[in-house]
């Protein structure tokens, strides 16, 4: 019983810790400025309290960004729920949708590319990689089920929305320095570009122009 309690305990630590970045991560304007000292505080935790689940920031990240697979996966589900004969368009605005859902999700994916699988192990980076490609396989395979796009072409719709969520978050979220300098420029703030419209316009070009090629 002391055992399970032990295990129970450990696993809603872990959570409570994924709760905080992913709150802090909100707050401050993105990943890049949130500290492991921080997150342990707004946790409750003593400040070496976080070393006990992640040894490091990055594994807490890419743990972060694990989770965030299953919110789409799961996202995905919902938004699909019992539909059926869904067309491109319709696919792309689900995929804009669920994943404009997830803010730190998409911030997150950046992060991942450039630094978060690298500065891991490689048994963590290959956990991480099996369970995003599996959360993947599962939304194509409910969006294949919903409507009349093939496989192949939903695989190449859901990597599109991927890196173009990443690219769009970022740009959409500039950096204390960039805001300083559109406010200075205000013809360079385009860069600061509305995310979810222009992932949605991109994402319903890109969904009918792969039904259009195959």
């Known amino acids: 019983m002391k055992r399970a309690r032990s295990v129970q305990n450990k696993a ?16 401050l304007g993105g990943v890049r400025f949130v500290t492991v000292l921080a997150v342990t505080e707004r946790a409750g935790l003593h400040r070496t309290g976080a070393r006990r689940y992640y ?11 694990e989770r965030g697979w299953d919110q789409w996966r799961n996202a995905v589900k919902n938004a699909v729920h019992d539909q059926a004969g869904l067309g491109p368009e319709q696919v792309a605005a689900i995929i804009t949708e669920t ?17 978060l699988e690298g500065d ?54 500039p950096t204390p320095t960039l805001a300083a300098l559109y406010r200075d420029e205000p013809t360079w703030a385009h860069a600061a570009l509305d995310f979810e419209p222009r992932l949605g316009l991109l994402l319903h070009a890109t969904a009918i122009g792969l039904v259009e090629l195959q």
């Open 12 to 27: 809603q630590r872990s959570e409570d810790l994924l709760a905080a970045a992913e709150s802090l991560a909100l707050e």
């Open 55 to 65: 040894a490091r920031k990055e594994e807490l990240l890419l743990e972060l960004a």
């Open 99 to 115: 994943i404009s859902s997830l803010p730190v999700f998409c911030d997150l994916l950046t992060h991942v590319a450039v630094s």
């Open 120 to 173: 891991v192990d490689v048994e963590r980076a290959r956990r991480f990689k099996t369970h995003a490609m599996t959360a993947a396989t599962e939304i194509v395979n409910v969006l294949e089920q919903a409507s009349s796009m093939t496989a192949e072409q939903l695989q190449g719709l859901l990597a599109a929305a991927g890196s173009m969520a990443a690219a769009f978050w970022q740009a959409s979220h």
